[in-house]
């Protein structure tokens, strides 16, 4: 009889030590979960050939380095061009989540259009870090695993309207060429759907007029971003209106640089040219004197937001203190006005 206990009891004792062995190895004879050692990060530009985006790709693929360095864990990125086609895009998307991708950072070719590739994410459970191109409140909020990394477009603006009222306050005529008390000026402007253009060109402009400039626009047009549309466009009003352009209020640098080089191409006519996103050739254009300013939204800590932010997600860890984020989902990345630096 007590050995027959004694057994039973023996048993129930082995039972129990297996039971506690298979809890601690995670359980259903699931190993524990070992250290992540490689994340897989998938990447989508809306456009490979956009400067601004260019250069934060490059940072982007600096940081990444950097961080493997650190943290011993190798980051995987792949980089893909959807060539402003959202269907390429969401087939790029289709094909990271196949390949295991750990977490997405997308640069949507249509931000309007982000729910195809969010059902995607969300079914698959791959979080996703949407960046430079806002997608709408509603697409945002679908999902607790949905980040955006940007700019405040009004604080670009803002900031690139007052090199202007700075330098008019300073020298008047170094604005007002004609002396004629009015700043007459031509606006260049990004695509028509994109948060920033609006945005940006509304609080320039305020932003001239609110510090006392007497700004009049002799016109405008939408160049979407890009140097030649500009260029093109710059072409045109130096012809319709010779003499009279004082400052070019582009929405962002390489614009800026497409009037420069229309400008260039009549004869060098001097003009201020105020830009934003100081790109490698928007600030070299500053430096050189070819344009009055621009503003820079720091891209070293942009990429760093990206990857950190990808990184905490693929594995799994807390998102870090100094990555703060408006509504648990934002990060707004720190701007500056650059000018030329006085020798
Ligand atoms: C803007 C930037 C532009 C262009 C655009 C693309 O924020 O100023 O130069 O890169 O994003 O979405």
Known sequence: MRKRRFLRFTKTGVVLTLCAALLLSGCAGKPVAEEKKSVRIGVSLYRGDDTFINNIRGELEERAKAYEQKSGIKVMLDIQDAKGSQNTQNNQVERFISLGCDVLCINPVDRMDASVMIDRAMTAGVPVVFFNRQPVEE????????????????????????????????????????GDGKVSYV???????????????????QTLKD????????????????????SALMEQWLETYPGEIEPVVSNNDDMALGAIDALERAGGQRINLIGI??????????QAGKMLGTVSSDKGRYAQAILDLSAAKALNQPIQTDIPLENGKYYWSAQEIVKKVKQ
């Open 139 to 178: 697409d945002m909020n679908r999902w607790d695993q949905l980040y955006y990394v940007g700019v405040d477009a009004k604080e670009s603006a803002v900031l690139q309207g007052n090199i202007v009222v700075s330098q008019y306050r300073e020298d008047p005529a170094s604005i007002d060429f004609n």
């Open 187 to 205: 606006l260049l402007e990004g695509e028509s759907s994109h948060q920033d253009s609006l945005i940006r060109t509304e609080w320039s402009i």
């Open 211 to 230: 510090g006392g400039v007497p700004i009049e626009k002799i016109t405008g047009g939408i160049a979407n971003w890009e140097r030649s549309q500009a």
């Open 277 to 286: 996103d100081a790109t490698t050739p928007g600030q070299e254009a500053v």
